[in-house]
T-cell receptor, first 113, second 115 residues
Framework: EDKVVQSPLSLVVHEGDTVTLNCSYE??????LLWYKQEKKAPTFLFML????IEKKSGRLSSILDKKELFSILNITATQTGDSAIYLCAVRAAGGGADGLTFGKGTHLIIQP | DTEVTQTPKHLVMGMTNKKSLKCEQH?????MYWYKQKAKKPPELMFVYSYEKLSINESVPSRFSPECPNSSLLNLHLHALQPEDSALYLC??????????????FGPGTRLTVL
């Protein structure tokens, strides 16, 4: 059974801090790892990672994948209160046909002013 | 048009009702998905359609019945639901499920309450 584990499950920091969110996975036939941000509504796509060691960056957010050690990290620098959300990591594995995503439980990030 | 839309936004139904959730995208995506998300839990995959054919049904009870009339539309028909089926139902789409690099984009969801 495919498994995605995120840590920490919750994190409270002050505005301006840098945070690192972790995601480890055990899946058969890995295809890609995706990060989403979820506030009160649907998950918003952040990054998709397929290759090891290549950092993806978008503003203050960045992410990298290690396919040998089976994990990914999501970094947020100079955090703002608007970064408060649940950050979901999901893995897509090839199931021989069309594939859905297996999600981790998420990291609930709270940025205090 | 670069988004996935879902209707209705909210739905309250009784256990004997029949209702349908609708999802639409006009991005030319050929794979569409239904996920169920309970409060404080991550989304769980229910169904996957690829090129309008059902390819995955993750052991979902038969009171949930998906339908994909065409490549832009995805429905979820609901009948004889239970209160524990109350959740946020998310639709997603992706370009082509067989591609290696294939982001899934989510709609805003339908908040379903079963009384």
């Amino acid at each position: 059974e495919d498994k995605v584990v995120q840590s920490p499950l919750s994190l409270v920091v002050h505005e301006g801090d840098t945070v690192t969110l972790n995601c480890s996975y055990e899946v058969t036939n890995f295809r890609s790892l995706l990060w989403y941000k979820q506030e009160k509504k649907a998950p918003t796509f952040l990054f998709m990672l397929t290759s090891s060691g290549i950092e993806k960056k978008s503003g203050r957010l960045s992410s990298i994948l290690d396919k040998k050690e089976l994990f990914s990290i999501l970094n947020i620098t100079a955090t703002q209160t608007g970064d408060s959300a649940i950050y979901l990591c999901a893995v897509r594995a090839a199931g021989g046909g069309a594939d859905g995503l297996t999600f981790g439980k998420g990291t609930h990030l709270i940025i205090q002013p | 048009d670069t988004e996935v839309t879902q209707t209705p936004k909210h739905l309250v139904m009784g256990m004997t009702n029949k209702k349908s959730l609708k999802c639409e995208q006009h991005m030319g995506h050929r794979a569409m998905y239904w996920y169920k998300q309970k409060a404080k839990k991550p989304p769980e995959l229910m169904f996957v359609y690829s090129y309008e054919k059902l390819s995955i049904n993750e052991s979902v009870p038969s009171r949930f019945s998906p339908e994909c009339p065409n490549s832009s539309l995805l429905n979820l028909h609901l009948h004889a639901l239970q209160p524990e089926d109350s959740a946020l139902y998310l639709c997603a789409s992706s370009l082509d499920n067989m591609l290696k690099n294939n982001e899934q984009f989510f709609g805003p969801g339908t908040r379903l309450t079963v009384l």
